[in-house]
């Protein structure tokens, strides 16, 4: 994905755009791109492609929820989680996973509480098995061998024989996990919002990154409500 900027006689003056995609992506992925409208721009072209590399190249992708906005880059989509499409129970973009599905898990976006703008993703999860978790996640396109920091802001509304934390999984093309950071435990209910926070540089190699946030249960029988909100991913 690239923005062309061009000023206002349709002259081409700059193009910024996002690291190639050269994988099977096994369900959605944020790519970005972000820098300084050159001096002199009248508009930009934002622009989707598949290009092939030598004769005969193919490709199917599904495009959506795309953005283009002033101000302080971030590297994911929908980060405030104010999106919500056909009444679904997740924030566009976000998706949930837990490790079986009879768990008994739930999730909604809430007008309260919210730490900013409209909505919150709430999620709970009960009678966890020891070291079962529930996560909402977002998978996003990252260029190697760059610092880069997230947060998200969190209210645990309960907590019991479980734990609270945001990571961030790096991963090479082919899928094959290489490193995690993430931000300390919170193991208590909050009493409002907090904001977890994590930084780290993206291995060598890396093509994507998963920004996760969980429940995960201590020992049998954990169980906990989080309200998550202004998640950030940006690079340092």
């Known amino acids: 994905m690239t923005i062309d900027f061009h000023d206002a006689a349709g002259k081409y003056l700059a193009t910024i755009g996002t690291a190639d995609v050269t994988y099977k992506t ?5 790519l970005n791109a972000s820098g300084k409208t050159p001096a002199g721009t009248a508009y930009g072209i934002m ?6 590399k030598v004769d005969g190249g193919s490709g199917t992708v599904y495009w959506d929820s795309a953005s283009l906005r002033y101000g302080e880059p971030s590297l994911l989509s929908n980060s ?8 679904q129970k997740i924030a566009s973009s976000w998706a949930t996973w837990k490790n079986s599905a009879e768990l008994p898990t739930s999730s909604q976006l809430v007008q309260h ?17 020891k070291g079962n978790l529930l996560s909402i996640y977002q998978k996003v396109s990252l260029q190697p061998e760059k610092s880069v920091h997230a947060t998200v ?14 990571t961030i999984d790096f991963h090479d093309a082919a899928g094959t996990y290489i490193a995690t950071v993430g931000s300390t435990d ?3 209910k909050t009493n409002g919002f907090i904001t977890l926070n994590a930084s780290g540089k993206t291995p060598a190699g890396t093509s994507y990154g998963v920004m996760q946030m969980y429940i995960i249960s201590k020992v049998d029988g954990g169980s906990g409500t989080v309200y998550w909100d202004s998640a950030t991913l940006t690079y340092k």
């Open 26 to 30: 096994n369900g959605y992925i944020t």
């Open 47 to 52: 622009q989707m492609y598949i290009i092939s």
């Open 80 to 87: 405030s989680m104010e999106k919500v499409e056909n009444e």
């Open 113 to 129: 509480p919210i730490d900013s703008g409209r909505d919150a993703q709430k999620v709970s999860a009960s009678q966890l098995p």
């Open 153 to 166: 802001r969190a209210e645990v509304e309960s907590l019991k024989d479980a734990r609270v934390l945001m």
């Open 186 to 188: 919170v193991t208590n």
